[in-house]
C-alpha cells in the first residue's frame, strides 16, 4: 500500500507541473493590459515602464514564468496589483471559506445523492425510482445560479428566513462555526449541493441496480443472508466509485463556485477569481487559479490513495 501511494505521488510531479505551465499560459494569453487598472489616464511613460518592471512585465515570458515558478515553490504568488497586497494572503482567506462552502456542499450531495441512488437501485423501475431519478435530473439539469437567485427571493427576500449574501453578520470575510454565521451558510450550501447530488445519485443507482443483478448476491441470499447483510456488501462494493465520485465533484465545487459564490457574496475564491478578471489583476488571478488547481490534483491523489485502501483490487 505504501508503495502504492509513492508511486502515486511521483506520478502528480509532472501533472503539478502542468497545471502552473497552463496556468500561467492561460492568463497571459488573455487581451488585455494589466496595468490599466491601476494607471492614471494621463500616466507618463517613464511611469508605465517602471511599474512594468516593478511586475516583471517587462521580461519574456518564459523569463516571467520561470520567475513566477521559483517564488511560488517558495510560497511568494506575487502581489496583487489592484490592492497592493500579497497574493498569498487574499487567497489563502478565501480558500479557507470557499473549502468550507464546498466541503459542507458535498455532503449534503453525497448524502442525499446516495440515499436517492439506493432507492432507486433497490426498487428499480417503481414510482420511488421514478421520484428519485426525476430529483437527480433536476440536479443536473438546473442552472445553479439560477436556482441561487430563486432560493434568495423566495427564503430571503418574501419569508425572511436566512440571509441573502455574506459569510456572517456586518459584511463579515470569514466564516466562523458559530449559529450566526451558520444561516449564512444554508442557501448556498444547499445551491451547491444540487449537482453534486444529481450525480452521485445516477451513479449508485447505476451501481446499486447492477450489483443487485451479480451471482454473489443471489448467492448470498441462497445461503440464508439477511437483506441488511445483503445491503451491506451492496454499500462495500459501491463505495470506492462513489468515493471516487464525491472526490471529484468537490474539486469541481472548488473551482467552479464563481457563480455561487457571486450571487451570494459568498468571500470565497470564486469572488475573488470575479474581481480579478474584471480588475486585470494577473498576479491575484495566476496565485487563485494555481492554488485551486493544486487542491484538485492533491484532493485526486487522496480520493485515489483511500479508494485503493478501501478496494485492494484496483491495485491490480
Not at 420511488?128 to 442552472?143: E, H, L, R
Not at 456586518?170 to 450566526?180: H, P, Y
Not at 452521485?200 to 441496480?209: D, E, Q
Amino acid at each position: 500500500m505504501l508503495s502504492y501511494a509513492l508511486r502515486r505521488i511521483i506520478y502528480t510531479a509532472p501533472v503539478l507541473l502542468g497545471v502552473a505551465v497552463v496556468c500561467f499560459a492561460l492568463v497571459h494569453l488573455a487581451p488585455g493590459d494589466p496595468l490599466i487598472s491601476i494607471l492614471p489616464a494621463d500616466a507618463s511613460v517613464e511611469l508605465e515602464e517602471r511599474l512594468r518592471a516593478l511586475y516583471g512585465f517587462d521580461r519574456s515570458y518564459v523569463e516571467q514564468f520561470f520567475l513566477w515558478l521559483g517564488r511560488a515553490l517558495q510560497g511568494d504568488l506575487g502581489t496583487s496589483i489592484a490592492s497592493g497586497r500579497p497574493v498569498t494572503t487574499e487567497v489563502f482567506r478565501a480558500v479557507g471559506n470557499t473549502l468550507t462552502l464546498a466541503a459542507v456542499a458535498t455532503l449534503i450531495g453525497f448524502v442525499l445523492g446516495c440515499l436517492f441512488g439506493f432507492v432507486a437501485g433497490y426498487f428499480a423501475n417503481s414510482p420511488a425510482d421514478k421520484a428519485a431519478s426525476a430529483a437527480a435530473v433536476f440536479g443536473v439539469s438546473v442552472p445553479h445560479y439560477w436556482l441561487g437567485m430563486v432560493l434568495v427571493i423566495i427564503f430571503s427576500a418574501q419569508l425572511g428566513w436566512l440571509p441573502a449574501t455574506g459569510a456572517g453578520p456586518g459584511g463579515s470575510a470569514q466564516w466562523r462555526f458559530d449559529a450566526e454565521h451558520l444561516s449564512y451558510m444554508i442557501l448556498p450550501a444547499l445551491t451547491m449541493s444540487v449537482i453534486p447530488m444529481g450525480i452521485i445519485a445516477r451513479t449508485v443507482r447505476a451501481l446499486v441496480a447492477d450489483i443487485l443483478a451479480q451471482e454473489f448476491v443471489i448467492g448470498l441470499r441462497a445461503r440464508g443472508l439477511s437483506e441488511f447483510g445483503v445491503f451491506l456488501h451492496v454499500v462495500k462494493n459501491t463505495a470506492p466509485t462513489a468515493l471516487a465520485v464525491m472526490g471529484v465533484q468537490l474539486g469541481y465545487l472548488l473551482g467552479g463556485s464563481i457563480l455561487i459564490e457571486t450571487v451570494f457574496s459568498w468571500p470565497g475564491t470564486g469572488l475573488l477569481l470575479n474581481s480579478a478578471i474584471f480588475q486585470r489583476d494577473l498576479p491575484l488571478l495566476q496565485g487563485t487559479i494555481l492554488v485551486l488547481a493544486l487542491f484538485f490534483v492533491i484532493l485526486n491523489l487522496v480520493v485515489d490513495v483511500l479508494q485503493t485502501a478501501l478496494d485492494p483490487r484496483i491495485r491490480r
